[in-house]
Each structure stands twice: as C-alpha cells, then as structure tokens.
T-cell receptor, first 114, second 116 residues
C-alpha cells in the first residue's frame, strides 16, 4: 500500500523568509501524481502545486516550488517570501495514474510570524 | 465557476442518531469523493463515484455509512447510527477526470460533525 509521511507536525517561518516542508512516500509504482494541498483554519482545502512523476523538471507556482526526488521518493515544498496568508495546514498527497485513491499525509501546520 | 458546495457546515448529534450530508460537485465533474478527516489527521477516502456508479467503497464502514449519487450529480452521505468516533470533518471533492489538470481534486468546505 502506498503511504505518505510528513515528518514535521509543525513548522514556523518569519514573514518574507523561506521555508521547506518535507514529504516522503512509499510506492512500487512508476507513474503517479504528487500534490501539495493547503488547508487554512476552518476553510476549504485548495491545491497548491502538483507534479507528475514522469516529469523530471520540478513544478513551480509563483512563490511555491517543489523538490521532487523520484529515486529517494521525496517531494518537498518550498515557500519563498512567506506571507501571513500562507499560515495553514499543508498536506502532501499521492495518487497513481490508475488507482483513484488519493493518499494524504498527516499534515504540517505552518505558522508565519510577522 | 462555482466550487464544490456542501451542507450543512456544522452538525451536532447524539450517539446512535442519524445524520446526512449533502454535496454538489463542480458542474461537469464526473468523479466525486467523500473523505473523512479526523482532527490532526489527513483526509481518508470513504467512497468514490464515477457518474452515478461506485468505483471504490473499500474503506466505507458499510454497517453504518451509506452514500448515493443517484443522478450522477449531487451526492448524499449518511451515518446511521452515529458513534462517538465518527466525529470528524466530512469532505466532498470532485475531479474533472479528463483534460489538462483532470487529475486534480477540488474540495468543498466540509461538514464538521460532532457526536456527543
């Protein structure tokens, strides 16, 4: 079974600084998707960034970028120029191409200090 | 484009009572998911629909949980009877399934259930 591990229950960052959230996963598949979702307090979960496993190039979305290491099964999220609005729970998720079951990590709570 | 809608947003019931949640996915999204998110954990898939058919309900506690999507659009999730451990946020998500970005799931605001 595929599992997703987020080893950092909580992280904090100073406003305007950079922070990296870690995620590792376990799979025997070669084709899959990886996602980072953001869940602000009492608000709905929204997609931050996604990566297709066949792509070697790391995905970027404005201030958000990933470091995808397929051999190491690692998928970290880097947030540059952190803003107060980035404070939220961040979930790493995995899904194979054929299996519709999305597996989520336990989440990392990010605090942004002004 | 309207997002995934869910109601109610909050529900408090006593154990052994019944409760139902409603979800309206994004228009045109064929795939619909129900997740259970217990406090401090990531979402766990309960059931997945493709149009009005069930694709995966392997993690649905079928002795007390049921779900339907009769016309392939709206969906309801029911718990009968509820237990204390059912206290959680129930998330609905939908996915286009085709085209660029079709693998991305879009989530509703969730229904927060407290069982006393």
């Amino acid at each position: 079974a595929q599992t997703v591990t987020q080893s950092q229950p909580e992280m904090s960052v100073q406003e305007a600084e950079t922070v990296t959230l870690s995620c590792t996963y376990d799979t025997s598949e070669s084709d899959y998707y990886l996602f980072w979702y953001k869940q602000p307090p009492s608000r709905q979960m929204i997609l931050v960034i996604r990566q297709e496993a066949y792509k070697q190039q790391n995905a970027t979305e404005n201030r958000f970028s990933v470091n995808f290491q397929k051999a190491a099964k690692s998928f970290s999220l880097k947030i540059s120029d952190s803003q107060l609005g980035d404070a939220a729970m961040y979930f790493c998720a995995y899904r194979t191409y054929n299996n519709n079951d999305m597996r989520f990590g336990a989440g990392t709570r990010l605090t942004v200090k002004p | 484009e309207a997002g995934v809608a869910q109601s109610p947003r909050y529900k408090i019931i006593e154990k052994r009572q019944s409760v139902a949640f409603w979800c309206n996915p994004i228009s045109g999204h064929a795939t619909l998911y129900w997740y259970q998110q217990i406090l401090g954990q990531g979402p766990k898939l309960l059931i997945q629909f493709q149009n009005n058919g069930v694709v995966d309900d392997s993690q649905l506690p079928k002795d007390r949980f049921s779900a339907e999507r009769l016309k392939g659009v709206d969906s309801t999730l029911k718990i009968q009877p509820a237990k204390l451990e059912d206290s959680a946020v129930y998330l609905c998500a939908s996915r286009p399934g085709t085209g660029a970005g079709g693998e991305t799931q879009y989530f509703g605001p969730g229904t927060r259930l407290l069982v006393l």
